[in-house]
């Protein structure tokens, strides 16, 4: 009975041990399928992952084209808003500049030339001369002039560029001299400096008048002032305003220079101007614009000018005239670009 009862225990023994292989073989599959299943779960999760990061990356690339579209859109509507502005100002300029021509013209249709008596000049007081070498004329452009009317040694009343002879102007002159301020305003659009009833005696190299201005195109230059110019000029190339200007003066005083007289007049009154000797440098730039309105340093004489100008505490001035260079020579792009650069930095 008790062998019966061994061998039926070890029966049931062997019958558990083989349940227990069977389970366990089942959970080792199980635990296979789970390894490989995780494997291919973590495959397609970084799969997926990859493709997330890659749409990340494309939206923030749309995103920053369209902030540079929004960018270019701003940009282009300011544009366009400054080109409409400068446009409409420009309208504004060439029809005050057209009105001031009509002006001019019809006085001078209207002014007959007025005689000058022959008469000898009187002394000039040093203190007038002191307070007439502070006074400055402002220019007037050429296209501002009229072109008929005024005798070639007749100025129209606020002409910048009369020059009175040497010793002096008489007391019956000061009436016409007194008027110049009222042409200044309609010329520039703002108040003159005052200007006493006397000028000083200008330098002999600023008379230059409308027959000279002639006479200077169609002449040929001598060898020795052709040398002298150029001696003149590699000074002022060299810097030594000084000596240019000095030079300069000898050079336009004693010989015809031709078509080279435009360049030495826009040389005299840039080394003044870099001198330091403003109210020359207005002069004799001013000289220059009016003989030679046409001529290739003409653009540069109106920069200098404005800048001579300024520098003389003329700022309004120096801006009015700033405004000019667009309209007087369209075709200068340099010179339009340093007349607005010029502008940008007198805040006009």
């Known amino acids: ?20 292989r069977q389970l366990r073989s089942e959970v080792d599959f199980l635990r296979d399928q789970l390894e490989t299943g995780g494997g291919v779960a973590d495959v397609r999760f970084e799969s997926l992952q990859t493709r997330i990061d890659q749409l990340l990356e494309y939206a923030a690339a749309v995103n920053e084209e369209a902030d540079r579209a929004s960018r270019l859109a701003e940009s282009a509507l300011r544009s366009t808003s400054e080109l409409t502005f400068k446009i409409a100002s420009l309208e504004e300029t060439i029809a005050a500049i057209q009105d001031q021509i009509d002006t001019l013209s019809a006085a001078a249709h209207v002014a007959g030339p007025k005689e000058v008596p022959d008469t000898a000049p009187a002394p000039v007081a040093a203190s007038v001369d002191a307070e007439a070498d502070q006074a400055v004329v402002a220019p007037a452009l050429p296209k501002d002039r009229p072109e008929d009317g005024m005798p070639a040694h007749q100025a129209i009343a606020g002409d910048p560029d009369d020059i009175q002879p040497e010793g002096g102007v008489e007391a019956e002159a000061a009436p016409e001299i007194e008027t110049e301020t009222e042409d200044f305003s309609d010329t520039f659009g703002a108040a003159a400096p005052a200007v006493p009833a006397v000028r000083p005696d200008a330098p002999a190299h600023v008379q230059l008048d409308d027959d000279r201005a002639a006479l200077a195109v169609s002449a040929e230059i001598d060898e020795a002032t052709r040398e002298a110019f150029e001696a003149a000029s590699d000074l002022f190339e060299a810097g030594d305003f000084n000596g240019a200007s ?11 220079l031709g078509s080279e007289e435009a360049e030495a007049l826009y040389m005299l009154g840039t080394a003044y101007l870099r001198a330091g000797d403003y109210p020359l440098a207005i002069q004799v730039l001013a000289q220059g614009l009016r003989s030679f309105p046409t001529s290739d340093f003409a653009a540069r004489s109106i920069l200098n000018l404005a800048d001579a100008l300024n520098a003389n505490g003329q700022r309004a001035e120096g801006c009015r005239l700033l405004s000019f260079v667009p309209v007087e020579y369209p075709l200068d792009t340099d010179a339009i670009s340093d007349a607005s650069a010029r502008s940008e930095q007198l805040d006009c």
């Open 246 to 256: 000095s030079a300069l003066r000898q050079v336009i005083d004693t010989g015809v």
């Open 1 to 20: 009975m008790a062998a019966t009862v061994r061998a039926q225990d070890e029966n049931a023994g062997v019958q558990l041990a083989l349940e227990l």
